[in-house]
């Protein structure tokens, strides 16, 4: 059973995780951060020790959680002084291969889910996907992350990759595209509020039918006049958009007559 | 003041707003449609008349809601065989104008939402657009609006097209990149109910933090090693993703860069 963890990491996925751990009875002993600021923020919310130095991590929790940036990876793991008994890491699109001699025991916990530090969300419905080749591990994962998520499944490196990807396009671009909207809603001078009950009717309908069939407006009907118009003023006020537009208009068209 | 109306159309939106209309105090007297089955259907909902012929329209209604297609709004203007008192039309990009010369006072009555037949959506959160040049109807179209809603605005042609276009950016093409993302996952044979999440707090999220502010994900950070690996696994799996997958990671890095 694992009663307590390190968090190797401060970020936003980091912050929201030591939170969902602390408030469901797992001592968070340390966090470490190169960053000493995001090291004690951290570190005060969860009610843990803080470390800005590798060398001074704890070395008897439990668990360790690799949580910075993908990029950062390799270079928190090679400053490690001591080989850790469990360790992890949580990113999508990383294979679990990457931890391979910096712990006795390597496994994979990622919560699968967009995290900013400055706004909580519930991990109760945030799926935790887990993996391990070690069934001790594997089995001590799925009830850690059964504490606190209630859809914990266990994904290996290759298909979780796919998943990492299906989320750049689901979360990254469509907010990019919230983003645009915001654009063209300031150039107009239209308040961009009146777009939320809208972006959330976008979101919910597609737990009840298909993104195919949801789809609706001009390109999927190839209203060529409304496409047409709307080029026009795109071409007026936001010219970099065209291109967007298009090739989006486009792709709807085509799948929609697969 | 407005207590009844004939719907001209059996769409998505004229079914979505006769729903509302009737469920507040407003008497639908019928329902036109060129296809009688969703007439009737409609018709049979919201306990009116229906039918199938122009000339066949009750001629005694307060409004007259146009709420085909854009397409069909010609058609159905041109065939008219009386000049309604008061007429609307209830699309984005379509200016007032349209209406000149079919009625003796015009207007526009824009319900900023994406509407299915088959999902009953609350009007409450749905901002109404009205615009009219007479102040008579105006403010019958205002009431007649509040009654359904509780955001209703004025806004001309010029701004609403605006509105419109970005409704195009943040549903359409959202739905589209949910259509993508759905392809992905079923290309890997993953769940695409495990996205769910992850695309609610995507759209929760900008209620609280600008699109700008709430961007994650490798492109914005242009992470070439993960942007590398994803556009390999797409040349792989769905080779007619690669495009789009680039243009918008780019587009993301410039906005974040602007």
Redesign the interface.
Known sequence: MIHNVVLLGAG?LATQLAKALSANGIKIISVYSRTETSAQKLANIVNSQFCIDVSQIPQNADLYILAT???AHLSVLQALTFTPQKLVHTAG?VPLEILNGYAKSTGVFYP?????K??N?SFK???VLIESKESNLREELLTLAGNISD?V?I?ESD?R??????????????????????E??N????DFS???????????????????E????????M?T??IG??EA??NE?CPD?V???S??SR??FN?ANK
């Open positions: 936003n940036s993908d990029s699109s699968f889910q967009t995290f900013s400055s706004r969300v419905n945030i799926p859809r499944e994904m298909k990759k796919f998943l990492h990807l299906s989320a750049v396009f689901v979360c990254n671009f469509v907010n990019h595209l919230y983003d645009l909207g915001q063209l809603t150039s107009a001078g239209i009146l777009l939320h009950p809208l972006i959330m009717e976008t979101a919910e309908k597609i737990k009840t039918l298909s993104p195919r949801a789809q609706t407006g001009p390109a999927v009907r209203d006049n409304i118009q709307q003023l795109l006020k958009l291109e967007i537009y090739k989006l792709s709807i799948y």
